[in-house]
Structure formats: structure tokens, C-alpha cells
């Protein structure tokens, strides 16, 4: 299980919490993989114990398709995560907020299938209360 240290006043942020990452992953993939399944249940028994950030899932698309539609996209992987995140609300409701920022922040460029698959991504952002 890894640690997770928070700093009050502080904001975390774990980039490419699902990744999507494999070059033969779809463009179109929003649902969180089977492979990342260990790694969510490590951090939703983290995230349980935290009571006093906010957190906010924010899923990003690449640059392929219409704005509107990796808009969309974006959306439903923060969304997808949040339902792993947070079975039958185990947490409070509201603690976990989903953005969907589509292909804008590319941490990539788009122009090589490689690039485009790095940008196809979840982060997660812990806020402190005296943030918000």
C-alpha cells in the first residue's frame, strides 16, 4: 500500500491516475481497465481516511474527434473512476467531484499515437478545506 502525506494548505495531485496509456488503447476508452483494478482498491482504502480535502477527479481526452465529443469523454473517465472511487457512497456525498477538461492540458504532444495515449487520462486532486 503506498503512503499518501498531506500538508494542509497544501494541493496533491496524482497525474494519470488511469492512464489509458497502452498505444492500442481506444480512443474512445472511458471505463477503468481490469489492470488498474489493484491500484484503485489501494487508493480508495487511502482516500476513506481523509476527511479534510476535497477531491476532484479530472479526465482529459486527446485531440482526436470533435471538442465537444472529448469534452464528453473527459467527463465519463472522471466519472468512471468516481464510481470505483466510491462503491454504494462509502464516502460523504459530494466528496468526490468529476471534471472534464477534453483535450485541453495535454501532458503530451498529439501528433504521435504514443503522445495521444499519455494525454487519454485521469488525475486526481486532493484540495485542503482552507483551498476551496
Same mark, same amino acid.
Given at each position: 500500500?503506498?503512503?499518501?502525506? =498531506? ?8 497525474? /494519470? ?28 482504502? %487511502? ?8 477531491? %476532484? ?33 462509502? =464516502? ?7 471534471? /472534464? ?7 503530451? %504532444?498529439?501528433?504521435?499515437?504514443? /503522445? ?17
Amino acid at each position: 500500500m503506498f503512503n499518501l502525506k =498531506l500538508v494542509p494548505g497544501l494541493i496533491f495531485a496524482v497525474s /494519470g491516475l488511469i492512464s489509458c496509456a497502452s498505444t492500442s488503447s481506444p480512443t474512445s476508452k472511458f471505463n477503468v481497465d481490469t489492470k488498474d483494478r489493484a491500484f484503485m482498491d489501494r487508493l480508495q482504502k %487511502t482516500i476513506q481516511g481523509i476527511d479534510s480535502h476535497q477531491i %476532484t477527479l479530472v479526465g482529459y481526452a486527446d485531440s482526436v474527434g470533435s471538442k465537444k465529443r472529448n469534452s464528453d469523454l473527459s467527463l465519463k473517465r472522471a466519472e468512471s473512476v468516481q464510481a470505483v472511487l466510491q462503491p454504494n457512497n462509502f =464516502l460523504a456525498s459530494g466528496k468526490i467531484q468529476t471534471e /472534464g477538461m477534453g483535450e485541453e492540458k495535454p501532458i503530451a %504532444t498529439n501528433l504521435t499515437r504514443q /503522445g495521444r495515449s499519455q494525454n487519454r487520462r485521469v488525475d486526481l486532486v486532493l484540495t485542503a478545506a482552507s483551498q476551496q
